[in-house]
C-alpha cells in the first residue's frame, strides 16, 4: 500500500495561467475525491469519483475547474484562468466504495498564484 | 443544516499535561466520525473512525471516543510531538447528494501545541 500520491507538491503560477495537478490513489479504491484547503479552515469538498464517473460537484468548483479520472485510476484537476483566490492547497483522497469507509488523504499540491 | 464544531481553536499545553479536544456535531443519521491529525504542509493523517456513541479508540496516546452529539479526543501526558492540528470530520447518513454519495464534513480543526 503506497497511500495516496499527489503531483506536484507545489506550484506557483502567474495569474491567468492554467495549472494541472495530478492525483494517484490508493489502487483499490473506487472513490477518489478532490478537496481545497485554505490556512486554519478544514477540508472543503470540490468533487468525487466513483470509478471513472465524477457522480458530484461541489457548488465551489466554478466553471474554470475540471477534473477527470478517465479510467477509474489516476485523476487530475484543471484550474483554467488562475486567480490569486484560487490559492491553496488542494488535497486529494480515496476510500473503498460503501457508506462509512475512511477516506485517506495525499500530501497536498500547493497553489500559489501571484 | 448538518454541522461539525470543534473547540478549542488552539490549545497549548505543557509536555505531561493531559487534555480533550471536543467534536460536537448536528447530522442525519451519522454513518462514521473520523479524527486525522494534520502537521503543517501536509494532507490529514487518519487516526480513528468511530461509528456508533459508546465506542472508543485508542492508539499511544491518544484516546477518541464518541457519544450521540460529540466526539473527545483525548491526549495523555502529550509530548512536544503531538503538536498539530487535529480534524474531525463526519459522513451523514441523511445528507445523501444528488448521487447518493453521503459527504464527508470536516470542521475547522484543533491548532494543538506542546511544550517541552
Known amino acids: 500500500d503506497t497511500g495516496v500520491s499527489q503531483d506536484p507538491r507545489h506550484k506557483i503560477t502567474k495569474r491567468g495561467q492554467n495549472v494541472t495537478f495530478r492525483c494517484d490513489p490508493i489502487s483499490e479504491h473506487n472513490r477518489l475525491y478532490w478537496y481545497r484547503q485554505t490556512l486554519g479552515q478544514g477540508p472543503e469538498f470540490l468533487t468525487y469519483f466513483q470509478n471513472e464517473a465524477q457522480l458530484e460537484k461541489s457548488r465551489l468548483l466554478s466553471d474554470r475547474f475540471s477534473a477527470e479520472r478517465p479510467k477509474g485510476s489516476f485523476s487530475t484537476l484543471e484550474i483554467q484562468r488562475t486567480e490569486q483566490g484560487d490559492s491553496a492547497m488542494y488535497l486529494c483522497a480515496s476510500s473503498l466504495g460503501t457508506a462509512g469507509n475512511t477516506i485517506y488523504f495525499g500530501e497536498g499540491s500547493w497553489l500559489t498564484v501571484v | 443544516e448538518d454541522q461539525v464544531t470543534q473547540s478549542p481553536e488552539a490549545l497549548r499545553l505543557q509536555e505531561g499535561e493531559s487534555s480533550s479536544l471536543n467534536c460536537s456535531y448536528t447530522v442525519s443519521g451519522l454513518r462514521g466520525l473520523f479524527w486525522y491529525r494534520q502537521d503543517p504542509g501536509k494532507g490529514p493523517e487518519f487516526l480513528f473512525t468511530?461509528?456508533?456513541a459508546g465506542e472508543e479508540k485508542e492508539k499511544e496516546r491518544l484516546k477518541a471516543t464518541l457519544t450521540k452529539k460529540e466526539s473527545f479526543l483525548h491526549i495523555t501526558a502529550p509530548k512536544p510531538e503531538d503538536s498539530a492540528t487535529y480534524l474531525c470530520a463526519v459522513q451523514a447518513g441523511g445528507a445523501a447528494t444528488t448521487s447518493g454519495t453521503y459527504k464527508y464534513i470536516f470542521g475547522t480543526g484543533t491548532r494543538l501545541k506542546v511544550l517541552a
Open positions: 468511530l461509528y456508533s
